[in-house]
């Protein structure tokens, strides 16, 4: 069987500790789009990790942990993670990299400093890991897949030279920096070559074989919804898809088998970088909210950065499960929220004096003003409690009416920021 865990927001949904609970039941854990530009925290026996290119299922003995041909793939970020976590005593996960994944060159990160430099108030919020001049050279065809990392040094230097003449005319004259040396480069993609080389498998021949074992597959998703390209707060999105259906092409998977869509869905709102956050709160009520938020802190997991947080918003939350296709929603850090004597929750959008409960284009929404409900607070800490039945009565109202809100079941309940924090219902 199949399974997708996606984000139906922002990103910073939680996916990581969902995916790193599921992985128990897996085989194998692939991710199929993204880099190491966002982060997964997990919290397990071993301490605390977050996790940017390795997949959540590296924890699990047992499980092979892909990285997908959808993948950014920095290499030594993904290497330098994979020794990270050794280092703290998890034993060496078993990895495997598509030998059709797409390398993310040095150069690509200087390109994404350089542009948000360039851009200066006008830029999108990058985290400056190099993934929209990845993705920009994967689409114009001009990128390295990993096979290329093992052709002969003709081939590999003749691409190397092709694709820097371009590459040191932009350095030159839009960014005025120094151009790319073709022997430096070349050396360092042999580099890479030998480090991933005995992790490099076909894909699409091992996919299918598990798929016909009747493996048990786990997709994992990176950031959400309103961070695709397609259907996100275009242009300030990601540059790779994030929905459950990019999974059938970043993992090789026949659309078909993909069976069950884990949406994760945060019980409040949070987000990193630029673009419209209409439920968005600022000031002494966003410090506090930030400050008792995540499992530290409502900070970036990659960047480091403050999260902008707000209340929960059931117009964005219920057209990102739309878009991912949700068969069952994971609603996560609602532990959180016990400090609140009330709760808001954002049920509509006033644009231009209508109310609209259709989540809008970004010309709309950067118009929209939130139209809330108040629920009152439950006032205790839930963490440690099990069953759904033994939570208290205001905090059982407040998921059953985001579920009423969004129109897709709340199966899952995470309630603290551990493995063992979770509830089925």
């Known amino acids: 069987m199949v399974r997708a865990i996606v984000g139906a927001n922002w990103g910073d949904e939680g996916k990581g500790k969902i995916t790193d609970i599921m992985a128990?039941?897996?085989d194998?854990?692939?991710?199929f789009q993204g880099g190491a530009?966002?982060?997964?925290?997990?919290?397990n026996k071993y301490g605390k990790f977050a996790l940017h290119l390795l997949p959540s299922g590296s924890f699990n003995e047992k499980v092979i942990n892909m990285i997908g041909n959808g993948v950014a793939l920095n290499i030594p970020s993904l290497f330098g993670e994979l020794k990270s976590i050794v280092?703290?005593?998890?034993?060496e996960p078993n990895i495997m990299v598509s030998e059709r994944?797409?390398?993310l060159m040095p150069y690509h990160i200087l390109f994404d400093q350089y542009e948000e430099e360039r851009l200066s108030d006008r830029k999108f919020g990058s985290t400056k890991s190099g993934i929209a001049p990845f993705y920009s050279d994967k689409f114009a065809k001009i990128g390295f897949q990993v096979w290329e990392l093992f052709a002969g040094e003709e081939y590999l230097k003749d691409k190397i030279r092709s694709v820097l003449e371009v590459k040191n005319l932009i350095l030159k004259y839009v960014y005025n920096k120094p151009e790319l040396d073709e022997t430096e480069l070349y050396n360092t993609l042999r580099e890479y070559g030998e480090t991933v080389k005995p992790y490099v498998v076909n894909t699409v021949e091992f996919m299918h074989k598990a798929i016909k074992e009747g493996k048990n597959i786990l997709l994992e998703g990176?950031?959400?919804s309103l961070k695709d390209p397609d259907f996100g707060i275009y242009p300030f999105t990601t540059s790779s898809s994030t929905v459950a259906g990019y999974g059938a092409v970043g993992a090789c998977i026949p659309p078909y088998e993909i069976k069950d869509i884990i949406t994760v869905v945060k019980a409040y709102s949070s987000a990193v970088g630029a673009g419209a956050f209409v439920s968005e709160i600022f000031d002494e009520e966003a410090d506090e909210l930030r400050r008792r938020g995540g499992d530290g802190g409502e900070y970036g997991a990659t960047t480091g950065r403050p999260r902008r947080v707000g209340w929960f918003d059931?117009?964005?939350?219920r057209y990102g499960c739309m878009v991912q296709g949700t068969t069952q929603i994971a609603f996560t850090v609602l532990d959180v929220l016990g400090y609140l004597d009330k709760l808001k929750v954002c049920v509509g959008y006033e644009v231009d004096g209508e109310i609209i409960t259709s989540f809008p284009t970004t010309d709309k929404l950067n118009r929209a003003k939130p139209v809330y409900e108040e629920l009152d607070g439950w006032k205790c800490d839930i963490r440690g409690i099990k069953r759904y039945d033994d939570l208290p009565e205001n905090c059982r109202r407040y998921i059953e009416f985001a579920e009423e809100k969004i129109g897709f079941p709340i199966k899952i309940i995470s309630n603290g920021p551990s493995r063992d924090d979770i509830i089925y219902r």
């Open 24 to 26: 128990c039941e897996a």
């Open 28 to 31: 194998i854990v692939i991710r």
């Open 37 to 43: 530009n966002a982060g997964h925290t997990i919290i």
């Open 87 to 91: 280092d703290k005593g998890v034993p």
């Open 101 to 103: 994944a797409q390398v």
């Open 222 to 224: 990176q950031l959400g």
């Open 314 to 317: 059931a117009v964005a939350t």
